[in-house]
């Protein structure tokens, strides 16, 4: 356990050439190519961690500032991703959550019943985290264990349900994203497509990025938007004119480089997504392969970082006026792109209808995430993390996601039966989509 610790701490940045270059090898590709793959793959994370990195740097004071101004008096401090996944892997449950997470993942494939293979195995702190809350909530170390895996059945579900989606609007063949942050968003956003086409008037909006350029020309163009929402965040922040114009210049250089990086990344991707598939289809004929990725890849889309910018000052907004929500948002605001990338394919890149959805989402977000805030707390005390003199912490779009709380649900209420029933369904989905669906519409196609 310490080994594949002190290898998951090396972060994504080493880990995933590594794995890349190991699945290269074991799936025939040449030895050349799959080292720079993987080298290309880690260069891309390094540059993609740099341009949120910027992201970050400059909207948490921002955001901050806007928090101090409002004059926010509430108790809880969004601690961000980084605090929730080094307190999900600080626990002997935590560093399980690695081989439990590998072991799921053959095991459905083995039976054919998912199409989703995990190579970003740093993200399994996902299901670390949940099933640190079901067992500050309970003591119980086995239903822990075994919430995590049926959480980790969810995520794969959901990996090859929007599969086809990924790859029809971002044009990433073979790549999904059993991703915890990112994956839930995309069945938050189904009925609300539902019903704004539904709506008069409304259901004829077209807001994507590229009609909004042809629309308003300059102030259409991506980066020309991400250096107004800066300005309008600067000014919400109460910045002087300097400081205010380097934050629209800053989140206008995120709109052009994060794009850059996530192709950088698709680069080195895209010969082992082949070599996978024609792995699996000279030895199950009719079989299709999905690599599962980090949702990095996704949130550089001019559709979504436009959103979550918009998304940053609602949310502290909603923070304000929301009654009942604990949570200060900080360290997580940066990552709200994470949370609506896989809701804007539903809408089709329609920023209107991805801020309204995700509006909505945020507020239920900043619920939960003050709900199992005493939870988060108790397993940031078992795994000995720094609090930094807070006495009540959570991580916005981790804690506050619905998996979260409908696990924590289940773990409070009669757990292994309905944990169980969770279970049940999630297999009976994954066996319908990859048994039933799936050969149904590949014998329609030929």
Same mark, same amino acid.
């Given at each position: 356990?310490?080994?594949?610790? +002190?290898?998951?701490? !090396?972060?994504? @940045?080493?880990?995933? /050439? *590594?794995? %890349?270059?190991?699945?290269? #090898?074991? &799936?025939?590709?040449?030895?050349?190519?799959?080292?720079?793959?993987?080298?290309?793959?880690?260069?891309?994370?390094?540059?993609?961690?740099?341009?949120?990195?910027?992201?970050?740097?400059?909207?948490?004071?921002?955001?901050?500032?806007?928090?101090?101004?409002?004059?926010?008096?509430?108790?809880?401090?969004?601690?961000?991703?980084?605090?929730?996944?080094?307190? +999900?892997?600080?626990? !002997?449950?935590? @560093?399980?959550?690695? /081989? *439990?997470? %590998?072991?799921?993942?053959? #095991?459905? &494939?083995?039976?054919?019943?998912?199409?989703?293979?995990?190579?970003?195995?740093?993200?399994?702190?996902?299901?670390?985290?949940?099933?640190?809350?079901?067992?500050?909530?309970?003591?119980?170390?086995?239903?822990?264990?075994?919430?995590?895996?049926?959480?980790?059945?969810?995520?794969?579900?959901?990996?090859?349900?929007?599969?086809?989606?990924?790859?029809?609007?971002?044009?990433?063949?073979?790549?999904?994203?059993?991703?915890?942050?990112?994956?839930?968003?995309?069945?938050?956003?189904?009925?609300?497509?539902?019903?704004?086409?539904?709506?008069?008037?409304?259901?004829?909006?077209?807001?994507?990025?590229?009609?909004?350029?042809?629309?308003?020309?300059?102030?259409?163009?991506?980066?020309?938007?991400?250096?107004?929402?800066?300005?309008?965040?600067?000014?919400?922040?109460?910045?002087?004119?300097?400081?205010?114009?380097?934050?629209?210049?800053?989140?206008?250089?995120?709109?052009?480089?994060?794009?850059?990086?996530?192709?950088?990344?698709?680069?080195?991707?895209?010969?082992?997504?082949?070599?996978?598939?024609?792995?699996?289809?000279?030895?199950?004929?009719?079989?299709?392969?999905?690599?599962?990725?980090?949702?990095?890849?996704?949130?550089?889309?001019?559709?979504?970082?436009?959103?979550?910018?918009?998304?940053?000052?609602?949310?502290?907004?909603?923070?304000?006026?929301?009654?009942?929500?604990?949570?200060?948002?900080?360290?997580?605001?940066?990552?709200?792109?994470?949370?609506?990338?896989?809701?804007?394919?539903?809408?089709?890149?329609?920023?209107?209808?991805?801020?309204?959805?995700?509006?909505?989402?945020?507020?239920?977000?900043?619920?939960?995430?003050?709900?199992?805030?005493?939870?988060?707390?108790?397993?940031?005390?078992?795994?000995?993390?720094?609090?930094?003199?807070?006495?009540?912490?959570?991580?916005?779009?981790?804690?506050?996601?619905?998996?979260?709380?409908?696990?924590?649900?289940?773990?409070?209420?009669?757990?292994?039966?309905?944990?169980?029933?969770?279970?049940?369904?999630?297999?009976?989905?994954?066996?319908?989509?990859?048994?039933?669906?799936?050969?149904?519409?590949?014998?329609?196609?030929?």
């Amino acid at each position: 356990m310490d080994y594949i610790q +002190s290898f998951i701490d !090396l972060g994504p @940045s080493i880990v995933l /050439p *590594i794995i %890349i270059f190991i699945f290269g #090898l074991a &799936l025939g590709t040449p030895a050349k190519k799959a080292f720079l793959a993987g080298v290309t793959v880690g260069i891309g994370f390094i540059g993609l961690n740099l341009v949120t990195g910027l992201l970050g740097d400059n909207l948490g004071p921002a955001a901050q500032q806007m928090v101090e101004r409002f004059g926010l008096n509430l108790n809880t401090i969004d601690v961000g991703w980084p605090a929730a996944s080094a307190i +999900s892997y600080g626990t !002997l449950l935590g @560093s399980l959550a690695i /081989p *439990i997470g %590998i072991g799921v993942n053959l #095991l459905l &494939l083995f039976f054919g019943i998912t199409q989703t293979l995990m190579v970003d195995l740093w993200n399994f702190w996902h299901a670390a985290f949940v099933a640190s809350l079901i067992y500050a909530l309970s003591n119980n170390f086995m239903l822990s264990i075994y919430g995590m895996i049926i959480y980790l059945c969810l995520m794969y579900l959901l990996a090859d349900i929007i599969a086809p989606i990924i790859n029809d609007f971002y044009g990433f063949p073979n790549i999904t994203f059993p991703h915890g942050t990112s994956a839930p968003g995309f069945l938050i956003a189904l009925p609300f497509n539902w019903l704004f086409d539904r709506i008069p008037g409304f259901n004829k909006v077209e807001a994507d990025p590229e009609t909004i350029q042809d629309k308003f020309g300059i102030f259409g163009e991506t980066t020309v938007m991400g250096l107004i929402i800066g300005i309008v965040i600067g000014l919400f922040a109460g910045y002087d004119l300097g400081a205010t114009l380097k934050l629209g210049i800053a989140l206008a250089a995120v709109m052009v480089l994060l794009p850059r990086m996530v192709a950088l990344l698709m680069e080195g991707l895209t010969p082992i997504s082949e070599a996978a598939n024609e792995f699996v289809h000279k030895r199950f004929p009719g079989r299709e392969l999905n690599i599962g990725m980090d949702s990095a890849l996704a949130v550089g889309h001019p559709a979504v970082l436009s959103s979550s910018l918009i998304l940053v000052p609602i949310t502290i907004l909603l923070a304000f006026i929301l009654p009942g929500n604990k949570t200060i948002p900080f360290g997580d605001l940066a990552t709200i792109p994470y949370a609506v990338c896989l809701m804007a394919p539903v809408f089709r890149g329609n920023i209107i209808r991805t801020v309204i959805a995700g509006t909505f989402y945020m507020g239920s977000i900043l619920y939960i995430t003050s709900w199992v805030a005493p939870l988060v707390t108790a397993a940031a005390q078992a795994a000995n993390f720094e609090m930094g003199g807070n006495s009540s912490i959570t991580a916005l779009v981790e804690g506050g996601l619905w998996p979260t709380w409908l696990f924590v649900t289940a773990a409070d209420n009669l757990p292994w039966i309905f944990l169980t029933i969770i279970f049940v369904i999630i297999l009976a989905a994954l066996y319908y989509v990859n048994k039933v669906r799936k050969p149904k519409l590949v014998e329609g196609e030929e």
